[in-house]
């Protein structure tokens, strides 16, 4: 199919040309990049972690666990979530600090649920 765009219009599937949307992806591209300049190795460590586990969790993950599994200083542990979340894009807390939204999973209820072939489930966020 290569670089081809479509668009559905009621019963009509209508190629966009490449020069309408390619500088848009361009642009996208761009922003994430800008936007994702904060992270250090210890801060995609932490979310990949934290993505990882969820699923097996069966709830929200507390501080001290993803500090103690990754070796971190429970201080370090804390100041890297909050950088996560500040930035509103991979993370979410509730009000006792745990983890319970990772990009792109969530253990709150959401219409998306997620079974993964190891059989653990989850929502998606």
């Known amino acids: 199919m290569g670089n081809k765009l479509l668009a559905g219009v009621w019963r009509y599937l209508l190629g ?7 500088k848009q992806i361009k642009k996208a591209k761009e922003k994430v990049r800008k936007s994702n300049r904060f992270m250090t190795a210890d801060h995609r460590r932490v979310h990949h ?3 990882r586990e969820l699923p097996s969790a069966g709830g929200p993950l507390p501080v001290e666990r993803v500090a103690q599994s990754l070796e971190i200083p429970i201080e370090v542990t ?3 979530l909050q950088d996560l979340e500040e ?7 509730n009000q006792l600090g745990e983890v319970t939204w990772a990009y792109p999973l969530t253990v709150e209820q959401t219409p998306h649920f997620i079974t993964f ?3 653990e489930k989850i ?3």
Not at 87 to 93: A, G, M, P, Q, W
């Open 87 to 93: 930035h509103l894009t991979f993370l979410y807390r």
């Open 78 to 80: 804390e100041k890297l």
């Open 117 to 119: 072939d190891s059989g």
């Open 16 to 22: 966009i040309p490449p020069v309408l949307w390619e």
């Open 123 to 125: 929502y998606a966020a």
């Open 49 to 51: 972690f934290v993505v």
